[in-house]
């Protein structure tokens, strides 16, 4: 009987022992599969149908010396020192205004006409102060005549000094006030006295804002008109982390809008803003080479920014596909098997893209033509 115990007790220990070491076998069995699988989702086994459909061909990992052509966008801006208010010298009532929004302008035009008894009566008091100058002047003359012989006291001699310089400094300062209003002093008389006076513009450029109208009483202190000057024109590029490096202050960009893309005009970089915003992304300002009248205030504009040229390896552009923001190339394995190998890219031109770190692509056939068709085909197998 107690033989007969411990051979049941064996043979129990047996069975589970054979359990567990069966259980393991399947675990180990199931987790390579699984491995294989994963692994196996890197490949993609093709047809000759799906290839004579796709027109696959091979090509290898190349040297080459190629231009980075950086891409960017944004905004044209007037620089604040070309944006230009616009007020009169005087108060009065405007009288006409001689532009609209938007209109160009040239140097010496009128935009507006601003009327005023001020007027007249700064130029009455110029002619006054003309008049009472000579008649000081003469007196004066008549004055040192006579204190040679000693007829008058020198004191007399010292106001009539006194009464000239008086009106003489009067008559410069109202002289002054003349011109700063548009009146010329010297050829005013009393048969071209007049109560109006004229607001010229100092550049040539175009009107942004009229902040006036017809009848309305200005005061020296306001704004009649924004105007901007077109020299000031500024052309301000978002600059992207990964190309801050390459852009630099003298470079020389291709600018262009997205109404007439083949036109492209000419600029230089003449500032870059030393700082990363939040969206990843710095601020490169140019200016035109020369004036464009296409580009107006808060246009969004394109510019392209060519890269010195550097000696590099890489792939045909059609080589390499994307795929969940990353980069992938396809290996021939032979025998219509394919593996999709992840990849970091440099710079890129119109056919080339550079391959960074490509050693472990070397003399292995890479595929040019159709790696997007594998792709989607990856994809199907996978879904």
């Known amino acids: 009987m107690y033989l007969k115990n411990i051979s049941i007790l064996s043979l129990s220990v047996i069975l589970i022992l054979s359990s567990c070491s069966g ?3 399947e675990e180990k069995t199931v987790y390579e599969n699984t491995k294989f699988k994963e692994k196996d989702q890197n490949t993609v086994q093709m047809s000759d149908k799906q290839l004579q459909s796709i027109g696959l061909t091979t090509t290898t990992i190349q040297e080459k010396t ?8 944004g905004k044209v801006e007037i620089s604040p020192s070309h944006i230009s208010s616009i007020s009169s010298i005087m108060g009065g009532h405007i009288k006409s205004i001689n532009v609209i929004n938007g209109s160009h302008f040239s140097k010496g035009q009128v935009l507006a006409v601003v009327e005023d008894p001020q007027f007249i009566q700064l130029q009455q008091d110029y002619l006054v102060t003309k008049a009472q100058l000579e008649s000081a002047r003469l007196n004066l003359s008549r004055q040192k005549d006579l204190n040679i012989t000693k007829a008058t006291s020198d004191k007399t001699l010292q106001t009539a000094q006194a009464d000239y310089s008086t009106l003489n400094a009067t008559l410069k300062g109202l002289e002054e006030k003349l011109r700063i209003i548009g009146i010329n002093a010297k050829g005013l008389n009393l048969s071209n006295i007049r109560s109006q006076i004229n607001v010229y513009v100092p550049f040539s450029g ?4 009229i902040l006036v109208n017809n009848g309305q009483y200005i005061n020296p202190s ?3 008109f924004e105007l901007i000057n077109p020299a000031g024109l500024l052309l301000e590029l978002k600059v992207f982390e990964n190309d801050v490096n390459d852009v630099k202050i003298g470079q020389e960009i291709l600018v262009y809008n ?5 036109k492209k005009s000419t600029a230089k970089i003449v500032s870059i803003v030393p700082s990363i915003e939040n969206g990843g992304s710095s601020v490169a300002v140019a200016k035109l080479s020369s004036p464009n009248p296409e580009f107006i205030k808060g246009m969004y504009i394109n510019a392209e920014v060519t890269i010195n040229s550097r000696f590099t390896i890489g792939l045909p552009n059609e080589s390499v596909v994307s795929f969940e923001s990353k980069s992938y190339v396809f290996e021939d394995l032979g025998n219509k098997k394919y593996k999709m190998i992840p990849v970091n890219v440099g710079i890129s031109d119109d056919q080339f893209t550079e391959i960074l770190k490509a050693d472990n692509l070397k003399d292995k056939k ?3 033509k159709g790696a997007y068709g594998l792709l989607m085909a990856m994809k199907n197998q996978a879904e």
């Open 222 to 224: 306001d704004t009649l």
């Open 66 to 73: 190629m231009q980075k052509l950086v891409r960017l966008n």
């Open 258 to 262: 997205n109404q007439n893309p083949e």
């Open 23 to 25: 259980k393991k076998e």
């Open 206 to 209: 175009f009107v942004s804002k």
């Open 366 to 368: 890479i595929v040019q």
